[in-house]
Nanobody
Framework: QVQLVESGGGSVQPGGSLRLSCQAS?????QAWFRQAPGKEREFVAA???????NYAGSVKNRFTISRDNAKTAVSLQMNSLRPEDTAIYYC????????????????????WGQGTQVTVSS
C-alpha cells in the first residue's frame, strides 16, 4: 500500500503562483493531480506517466507544470497565473500501472490518493 501526502496549498491573489508537492511512501509509475471545487465533481488537472510524458486539462495548459523526481516517489505541480476558478481542493493520485493517455483522465485509473490540499485564489 502506497501512501501519498500533499503539501504546498494556500491562499494567493489572482495572477500569483503556488507549488504543490506530493510525497509517496513507495514507487509508482503514473501520477496525476485532480481537483474538486465546492459543489462540483473531481476533475483532472495534469498527469505524468512512463517516459515522463505529460498531459494537461485545457483550462490549465500553459499555466501549470507537472514534474516528478527520478525515483518516481515525489510529484509536483507548479501553478502560475492562478485564477479564482482554480480555487479547489487539489488531490495527488498515483498508480503502479503504466497508463495510456486516455486512461490518465479517469479517476478510476488511480489506486492511491492523497488527503487533498486547499488552494484558494482570491483578491
Amino acid at each position: 500500500q502506497v501512501q501519498l501526502v500533499e503539501s504546498g496549498g494556500g491562499s494567493v491573489q489572482p495572477g500569483g503562483s503556488l507549488r504543490l508537492s506530493c510525497q509517496a511512501s513507495g514507487r509508482t509509475v503514473s501520477q496525476a493531480w485532480f481537483r474538486q471545487a465546492p459543489g462540483k465533481e473531481r476533475e483532472f488537472v495534469a498527469a505524468i506517466r512512463a517516459g515522463s510524458m505529460t498531459n494537461y486539462a485545457g483550462s490549465v495548459k500553459n499555466r501549470f507544470t507537472i514534474s516528478r523526481d527520478n525515483a518516481k516517489t515525489a510529484v509536483s505541480l507548479q501553478m502560475n497565473s492562478l485564477r479564482p476558478e482554480d480555487t479547489a481542493i487539489y488531490y495527488c493520485a498515483a498508480t503502479q500501472s503504466s497508463l495510456i493517455l486516455s486512461s490518465t483522465y479517469r479517476l478510476q485509473s488511480y489506486d492511491y490518493w492523497g488527503q487533498g490540499t486547499q488552494v484558494t485564489v482570491s483578491s
